[in-house]
């Protein structure tokens, strides 16, 4: 059964009331995952909008529909448990994910004539390398971290797989993300350091303080790889050239791990200890939410394509979700229009708009203050019959999401 927690009570209460006033606090929810003791790990969004996740104890990757629902679970075909940690999305239409205990780069090819995948696996060369992270490249192909093999790995859609060591031996990369340059960059636990590898392979390091033990890392709206220190209790900045920034986290012990990219323009990160997810700014200010259970211990995080914040969380076997933003809906327009039945004839308003940016669960419309309609998401128009000749009317859209929780509105008159 689905488990919903709404942070704001009295907005929902007004909201199933049907009284007319938005939910704009945070919410969150958490949709468990049919194999128990999964244990899910990585996750991402994939190219048919739902959600792609590991199962990391039960050999197995998971999908789930933007409503929850888990659709399918793929089993892996290694005969003993490959360990699937990080998952993403390809450039060829597919989803690719790490196995750490085997040595494997698996992909998930969708088949959207049977709406069903299957998995095919791609060894890599080096013996024991503990994958744990991959991320597609600019080049189209998907670059992975080796941190026991101290390499970072690059796999072509056909499978061939190309290493780049990492000068010394004891360099152990995490965390991998695309940058603003076309470069990759990476997290090294070891040496406390961030790296980047060009296309070609030339590599370049930039120290941390000792201690920071950095884990993951992603593209931030600025243009600047923002990255979480799991030891230091720190989320770090970099830019493209190098320099970097530091903010503590308020929360102590807050063991810091996944970090992502969210529709709000904000950073958003996982903490694993205090079981927390947590938005940076740009400007660093930080804001932390607990999760609906307690000891879930969230471990990875990604953006949605309905906007919300998806992520892992092994200790309750769920995959949670969270919003505090809603896109508004574009271009809200209306016209009066006059329908002729030959003997009558009557006068509406017609409306009409474009989807927001991120998908919406659907449209609320209010005229003249008071809510009319509630329409589907695949729905961008809308008659208001009987109205008055050449009498105004105010009109007002806002999306919704899952929570019931409202954009900020547009409104028109008409006519």
């Not at 190309?162 to 965390?175: D, S």
């Not at 961008?380 to 409202?406: C, L, Q, S, W």
Request: charged share 15%; with cysteine.
């Amino acid at each position: 059964m689905d488990a919903f927690l709404f942070l704001s009570i009295s907005s929902l209460f007004l909201f199933f009331m049907g009284i007319n006033t938005p939910l704009t606090a945070a919410a969150m929810a958490e949709y468990p995952i049919p194999t128990k003791d999964s244990s899910p790990d990585g996750i991402c969004s994939g190219p048919d909008g739902n959600i792609w996740f590991t199962e990391s104890l039960k050999n197995k990757i998971g999908v789930m529909t933007l409503d929850g629902v888990v659709i399918h679970e793929y089993s892996i075909p290694s005969l003993i448990s490959s360990l699937p940690l990080g998952i993403a999305a390809g450039a060829d239409g597919n989803i690719w994910f790490v196995e750490n205990s085997v040595a494997n780069v698996g992909k998930v090819t969708l088949d959207s004539s049977i709406l069903e995948g299957f998995i095919t696996e791609f060894p890599v060369p080096t013996l024991d390398p503990q994958l744990n992270a991959i991320a597609l490249g600019s080049d189209g192909n998907m670059w992975f971290t080796e941190f026991n093999g101290a390499k970072i790995g690059m796999i072509t859609p056909n499978g061939a797989i190309t290493e780049f060591p990492l000068l010394l031996p004891n360099r152990k990369p995490y965390g991998i993300a695309l940058g603003p340059d076309g470069n990759m960059w990476f997290t090294v636990q070891s040496t406390d350091e961030i790296g980047k590898i060009t296309p070609g392979g030339v590599l370049t390091f930039y120290p941390l303080a000792p201690g920071s033990e950095p884990t993951g890392i992603a593209l931030g709206p600025d243009g600047n790889l923002w990255f979480a220190e799991f030891a230091s209790n720190k989320i770090g900045v970099i830019t493209p050239d190098g320099a970097i920034n530091e903010y503590d986290i308020p929360t102590l012990n807050a063991t810091p791990f996944g970090i992502t990219q969210g529709a709000d323009g904000n950073m958003w990160f996982v903490e694993t200890g205090p079981s927390k997810i947590a938005k940076i700014t740009a400007t660093g200010v930080i804001t932390e939410y607990p999760t609906i259970s307690n000891d879930t211990f969230p471990i990875n995080i990604t953006l949605g394509a309905n906007g919300n914040l998806w992520f892992t969380e092994p200790g309750a076997n769920s995959i949670g979700t969270f919003s505090d933003f809603v896109f508004p809906p574009h271009n809200f327009k209306g016209h009066q229009k006059k329908n002729d039945f030959a003997c009558t004839y009557e006068f509406y308003n017609a409306l009409h708009w474009e989807a927001p940016q991120f998908v919406a669960a659907g449209y609320f419309i209010y005229r003249n203050g008071r809510i009319i309609a509630k329409l589907e998401p695949n729905t961008f128009k809308f008659k208001d019959h009987n109205r008055a000749k050449d009498n105004p009317d105010t009109y007002t859209i806002t999306a919704f999401n899952v929570f019931g929780m409202e954009s900020s509105p547009s409104t028109i008159t008409v006519p």
